[in-house]
Structure formats: structure tokens, C-alpha cells
């Protein structure tokens, strides 16, 4: 069975410094990765996704991630943080074929200025 | 904004009633999925639908249920509602099933009294 695992519940960084969040997965199969942000009371929103192609993904807003499989790590990276980065993000895997999505428990990213 | 709608946006309801929540997907997505956000389960696949016939099932209770019409658009049906229902519902869509991404939808808060 899939699952995903953030690793830290809440980060906070200042406003320009780099963010790093982590996340580790499990999967009997190469997987499909995603990262999703939810701004408070907003809908879900997706930010980037792995599906086998370059293990680095580019996605919206400056975030990156990377696939390291030795690892089973799909970390999300920022170089500099914004005031408007600041949200639940969760890491997301699908489940193989069936396209159903698995969630992280989420962490919360705060930007101090 | 993700093309994805749902209606209502909040629902205010007693125990024991009934509430139908609405969702239609993106135009040309085929593929409609639900799920529950609360603070203690955090989100929650519920039930998958992929052009008319249910594709896949999740931690849904008997009390829900949940079509997808000929015209695509989903409605999910939550009968004799508890107060451990209170929840945000979201409605995802995508062209198919793994691994193409979900967009989600604004969600619908609903709190049962």
C-alpha cells in the first residue's frame, strides 16, 4: 500500500530565506508524487507533480521538488520564501492506477517578515 | 481558480437530517472524486466516479452515497448526519485516473448541529 509521511507538522522561516519541506513515501511501485497548498479557507491547489519523467519538477510560484529514490523523499524547495507562501501544504501520492489520492497529515508553513 | 465548482458553500444543518452537496467538474474531465478534510481524520478519499460508474471506493460511510450523472457532474448524499460529520467536502476532477493530477474544487463546509 502507498502512504506518504511528512516530516515536520509546522515550519517557519523569515520572509526571503530558503524553505525546505519534507516529505518520505511508500510505494510497491514507481509512483505518482504531488505537492498540494491550501491557503486558509481555500480549496486545494496543486503546486507541482512527479510522474517518472526528470526527477526534478518544477512547479508554480518558484517551488521545485525532487525525486530521490534511494531516499523515497519527494522534498519541496523554495529559494526565498514570501509572505503569500504561507499555508498547509501537503504531500500526496496516487494510488497505482486506480488514481485515488493518498494525503500527508500536512505541515504548516509560516512566513515572519 | 481551478474550473472545478461546488454548491453549497457552507451548509448549516441538525443531526439526523439529509444534504445533497453538488459538484461539477472541468470541461473534458471524465473522472470526478470526493473527499473529506477534517482536523482529526485530515483528508480523506471517499469515493471516485469515472464517466457514470463508480470506480472506487474510500473510508465512506453506509450513510453516504454518491452518482455521477450523464452530464458528468457529481452529487454526494450524507443522510442521518451525525455531528462527527462536520467537515470540509471537496470535490476533485481530472481527465482520468492515475497519473493525471486532481484539481480540486472551493469545497463545502458543513456543520451539523
Known amino acids: 500500500a502507498q502512504s506518504v509521511t511528512q516530516l515536520d507538522s509546522h515550519v517557519s522561516v523569515s520572509e526571503g530565506t530558503p524553505v525546505l519541506l519534507r516529505c518520505n513515501y511508500s510505494?510497491?511501485?514507481?509512483?505518482?508524487l504531488f505537492w498540494y497548498v491550501q491557503h486558509p479557507n481555500k480549496g486545494l491547489q496543486l503546486l507541482l507533480k512527479?510522474?517518472?519523467?526528470?526527477?526534478l519538477v518544477k512547479g508554480i510560484n518558484g517551488f521545485e521538488a525532487e525525486f530521490k529514490k534511494s531516499e523515497t523523499s519527494f522534498h519541496l524547495t523554495k529559494p526565498s520564501a514570501h509572505m503569500s507562501d504561507a499555508a498547509e501544504y501537503f504531500c500526496?501520492?496516487?494510488?497505482?492506477?486506480?488514481?485515488?489520492?493518498?494525503f500527508g497529515q500536512g505541515t504548516e508553513l509560516s512566513v515572519k517578515p | 481558480d481551478s474550473g472545478v465548482t461546488q454548491t453549497p458553500k457552507h451548509l448549516i444543518t441538525a443531526t439526523g437530517q439529509r444534504v445533497t452537496l453538488r459538484c461539477s467538474p472541468r470541461?473534458?474531465?471524465?473522472?470526478v472524486y470526493w473527499y473529506q478534510q477534517s482536523l482529526d481524520q485530515g483528508l480523506q478519499f471517499l469515493i471516485q466516479?469515472?464517466?457514470?460508474?463508480?470506480?472506487a471506493k474510500g473510508n465512506i460511510l453506509e450513510r453516504f452515497s454518491a452518482q455521477q450523472f450523464p452530464d458528468l457532474h457529481s452529487e454526494l448524499n450524507l443522510s442521518s448526519l451525525e455531528l462527527g460529520d462536520s467537515a470540509l467536502y471537496f470535490c476533485?476532477?481530472?481527465?482520468?485516473?492515475?497519473?493525471?493530477?486532481?484539481?480540486f474544487g472551493p469545497g463545502t463546509r458543513l456543520t451539523v448541529t
Open positions: 476533485a476532477s481530472s481527465l482520468a485516473g492515475a497519473p493525471y493530477e486532481q484539481y
Open positions: 510505494s510497491s511501485y514507481s509512483p505518482s
Open positions: 512527479y510522474t517518472s519523467a526528470a526527477t
Open positions: 500526496v501520492v496516487s494510488e497505482y492506477q486506480g488514481g485515488k489520492l493518498i
Open positions: 470541461s473534458g474531465d471524465l473522472s
Open positions: 466516479y469515472y464517466n457514470g460508474e463508480e470506480r
